[in-house]
């Protein structure tokens, strides 16, 4: 089973931002799709996978992190059930 994470990768932007990305990971192999979106070190919760409330957006991008994570889960759920029943 293949597991999904929200996480801040290192490549700092030139104006001090980092990129967000979604983290996927099968058989201990990491692939990466980055999201968009920037933040800064400060603004990002690594242990909760979420935006500070201190980011002025955080809210609207915590609910697209939420719902990319969901996606992200339901398209790996088909992929297992689709596996197992072939």
Same mark, same amino acid.
């Given at each position: 089973?293949?597991?999904?994470? $929200?996480?801040?990768?290192?490549?700092?932007?030139?104006?001090?931002?980092?990129?967000?990305?979604?983290? $996927?990971?099968?058989?201990?192999?990491?692939?990466?799709?980055?999201?968009?979106?920037?933040?800064?070190?400060?603004?990002?919760?690594?242990?909760?996978?979420?935006?500070?409330?201190?980011?002025?957006?955080?809210?609207?991008?915590?609910?697209f992190l939420m719902q990319t994570l969901a996606d992200a889960g339901n398209v790996m759920l088909d992929?297992?059930? !689709?596996?197992? !029943?072939?």
């Amino acid at each position: 089973m293949a597991t999904a994470k $929200i996480v801040l990768r290192k490549k700092k932007n030139t104006d001090g931002t980092f990129p967000l990305a979604l983290r $996927i990971t099968k058989d201990r192999k990491s692939s990466y799709v980055y999201l968009g979106y920037r933040v800064r070190e400060k603004d990002w919760d690594a242990t909760a996978q979420r935006v500070r409330k201190s980011h002025p957006n955080a809210q609207r991008l915590n609910t697209f992190l939420m719902q990319t994570l969901a996606d992200a889960g339901n398209v790996m759920l088909d992929f297992d059930v !689709q596996r197992k !029943q072939s």
